[in-house]
């Protein structure tokens, strides 16, 4: 029900026209008709009250104030006025678009789960595919009075994407732990059957596999846990001093030992870098293996560090069958594979770019990935040089 919110100057011109004219020769009654319909037009034409009652013992704030409060939200929060959104705040014109200021609220929402929320005065729904056909929203409204109410909208897409990932990655790992596993029970059962009689010849061999497979196990979980702990690190930036161009140097002439040096092309120039040890070591490890594995047996791969713009920048480059450019954004998922026979039979784990990504990462760096088919691939790493240590002061 409307209140007494009248315009008090209205009504004060309202009287004295009404008093002045049995003065012009009107009569008292005529007067007073006009008085009570001029008075009854000024009550049906004055606006709503803009109080809103926030709760009862609490008294009251006006739309405005409210408005202005949730404004700097960084969650949407809409203001509705029966099914008519009021206002939006920055967040919510951001999410959903200035327009939607003046809509119908089942309009600007138009999903069915927020427009069954909207039939209630009260309550939350998850409402998929608002700002984007993967976006979740949680969806909440909240009374004020029998008139205003707020929406406030939270956005649960990057949880559920979180949760995705997660779901994905135990769902990998375990499908990578299983099939080796599979295959060292089933050849240690044959081998312990006294029923099996297996020769000499074979029992060489079945031992054989069940090595590499173990071995491979040793690998992935190897991998896993240095995912791990490097992902746990993330957010602690390394202190070390360490030389990039020297520790190139020194593994790839260590690689090149096992390989053959004709293989590795080492064109290292000194360049300091922050950084951990440990991890910068699995860094250019990971990368001259996946050259070797993936590049022409016969082709040499190139490690190169060289100071460029305040970056040292490692390339570690192979002659070979490259990688199909689709595949290059997704090579350092875990787990992906442009090949996966391939990979698996060189003893991949599908971890070893995802482990380069995160150190890569973790050093503040920058990972690129270039291939061209039938030529070869490049992984260039660029990592920011350490300033240059403070000389020590005179005692
Ligand atoms: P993997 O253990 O399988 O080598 P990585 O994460 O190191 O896993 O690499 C992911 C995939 O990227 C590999 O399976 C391979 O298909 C592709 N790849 C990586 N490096 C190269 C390269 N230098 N040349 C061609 N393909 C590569």
């Known amino acids: 029900m409307k209140g007494l919110a009248l315009p008090w100057t209205s009504v004060g011109i309202a009287l004295v026209a009404a008093a002045a004219m049995p003065f012009a020769g009107a009569s008292l009654w005529l007067a007073f008709a006009v008085l009570v319909v001029w008075l009854a037009s000024l009550w049906l034409a004055s606006p709503e009250p803009e109080i809103v009652q926030v709760r009862p013992e609490e008294g009251s704030v006006s739309r405005q104030a409210m408005v202005a409060l949730v404004e700097p939200f960084?969650?949407?929060v809409l203001m509705l006025d029966r099914q008519r959104i009021a206002s939006a705040n920055a967040a919510?014109?951001?999410?959903?678009?200035?327009?939607?200021?003046?809509?119908?609220?089942?309009?600007?929402?138009?999903?069915?789960?927020?427009?069954t929320l909207l039939d209630k005065p009260e309550g939350t729904a998850l409402v998929r595919g608002l700002t984007g056909a993967r976006s979740i929203w949680q969806v909440s409204r909240v009374a004020i009075d029998e008139r205003f109410s707020l929406i406030e909208l939270v956005n649960r897409t990057a949880e559920a994407d979180i949760s995705r990932a997660h779901t994905d990655f135990v769902a990998n790992a375990s499908h990578e732990?299983?099939?080796?596993?599979?295959?060292?029970?089933?050849?240690?059962?044959?081998?312990?059957?006294p029923d099996a009689r297996v020769d000499p010849a074979t029992s060489a061999k079945f031992h054989a596999t069940v090595l590499r497979e173990a071995k491979r196990l040793q690998t992935l979980v190897e991998d896993l846990m240095s995912l791990s702990r490097i992902e746990?690190?993330?957010?602690?930036?390394?202190?070390e001093r360490i030389d990039i161009g020297?520790?190139?140097?020194?593994?790839?002439?260590?690689v090149g030992f096992t390989v053959g040096d004709e293989r590795i092309l080492p064109e290292t120039e000194t360049g300091v870098v922050c950084g951990d040890r440990q991890q910068l070591d699995q860094l250019i490890r990971?990368?001259?293996?996946?050259?070797?594995k993936y590049g022409d047996a016969q082709a040499p791969v190139t490690v190169r560090v060289h100071r460029d713009a305040g970056d040292v920048?490692?390339?570690v480059a192979d002659q070979g069958e490259g990688i199909h450019p689709d595949h290059l954004p997704y090579l350092t998922r875990r787990f992906y594979r442009s090949d996966p026979g391939r990979s698996r039979a060189a003893g991949g784990t599908g971890l070893g770019l995802a482990i380069v990504k995160h150190i890569v990462e973790r050093h503040r760096g920058k990972l690129d990935i270039a291939s061209t088919l039938g030529e070869g691939s490049t992984v260039t790493v660029r990592l920011p040089l350490a300033a240059p240590e403070a000389a020590p002061t005179a005692a």
Not at 246 to 254: F, G, L, N, P, R
Request: charged fraction near 25%.
């Open 74 to 76: 960084s969650v949407p």
């Open 286 to 292: 990971n990368l001259i293996d996946n050259a070797l």
């Open 177 to 193: 732990l299983r099939t080796p596993l599979a295959s060292i029970i089933g050849y240690v059962e044959t081998l312990a059957d």
């Open 92 to 115: 919510a014109r951001e999410a959903l678009g200035p327009h939607i200021v003046g809509q119908d609220a089942r309009v600007a929402l138009r999903h069915p789960e927020a427009i």
């Open 232 to 239: 746990a690190e993330k957010h602690e930036f390394p202190r």
């Open 313 to 315: 920048v490692l390339e």
């Open 246 to 254: 020297q520790m190139a140097q020194t593994i790839a002439s260590e």
